[in-house]
């Protein structure tokens, strides 16, 4: 079986997997994984930054959609600090574009009945790729190696292929994920351009790949 098909198996597998977890424990664990962000990372990483430029952090992360490990709460207790929030569009040629997050009032579902930006929404433009500190990037299974399956889009590997261009500019974030236990596998089949993870933000810890 060649990695493509090991990818397409282990995506349905673990869709499956995901589904089953009840909702109230995905709930809690959703929260319970954003709280160990913002305090063992986001927190520090607010701290250290203050003391240089004074300002909060740029965050890049996706907007929760069906049993996905939810956002919310560490989208809000991001603008309650004063970060700028990034969520993702995608248009109907395939393309993804990053917007700032001003509240619900600016969300809408998208082709897929996925929220995201409304039309209206300006573009965060790709000059300014650079000043984001950290992108929270979902998936189906996750690796201690900081292996990850995504949907089978490609979005976020050319995503961080296009940051690549711009790191001289501001500099490359870190990658993380927020996940479910039961997301976890021993090794997640992988190409030479798949993204790589820095962070794992699960409801009991944070895993640091590097």
């Known amino acids: 079986m060649d990695t493509m098909e090991m990818k397409k198996k282990l995506r ?13 424990v995905r709930h809690a664990r959703s929260e319970a994984a954003c709280h160990q962000a913002e305090a063992k990372v986001l927190g520090p990483m607010r701290k250290a930054l203050s003391c240089k430029e004074g300002k ?6 996706y907007l929760s959609y069906r049993d996905e490990p939810s956002t ?3 989208i809000e207790w991001c603008l309650e600090h004063g970060d700028t929030v990034l969520v993702p ?7 993804m574009t990053l917007h700032r997050f001003d509240g619900p009032n600016s969300i809408a579902p998208g082709a897929w009945g996925i929220p995201e930006p409304k039309e209206s929404v300006p573009v965060w433009p790709k000059s300014r790729y ?3 500190d950290l992108v929270i990037v979902p998936g189906l299974a996750f690796d ?3 292996g990850r ?29 927020l996940l479910f236990e039961e997301q976890l596998v021993e090794q997640v089949p992988a190409e030479e351009h798949d993204l790589k993870l820095d962070l ?3 409801a009991t810890d944070v895993i640091y790949i590097k």
């Open 12 to 24: 349905l597998q673990m869709a499956a997997v995901r589904a089953g977890i009840d909702e109230s």
């Open 56 to 61: 909060g952090l740029t965050i890049f992360t």
């Open 72 to 74: 919310a709460a560490l």
């Open 89 to 95: 569009r995608v248009s109907a040629s395939g393309q």
């Open 130 to 132: 650079g000043e984001i």
């Open 144 to 146: 201690l190696q900081g």
């Open 149 to 177: 399956i995504g949907y089978g889009g490609g979005y976020y590997d050319r995503f961080a292929e296009q940051l690549c261009g711009v790191a001289e500019e501001g500099g490359i974030p870190l990658y993380g994920s």
């Open 200 to 202: 794992l933000f699960l």
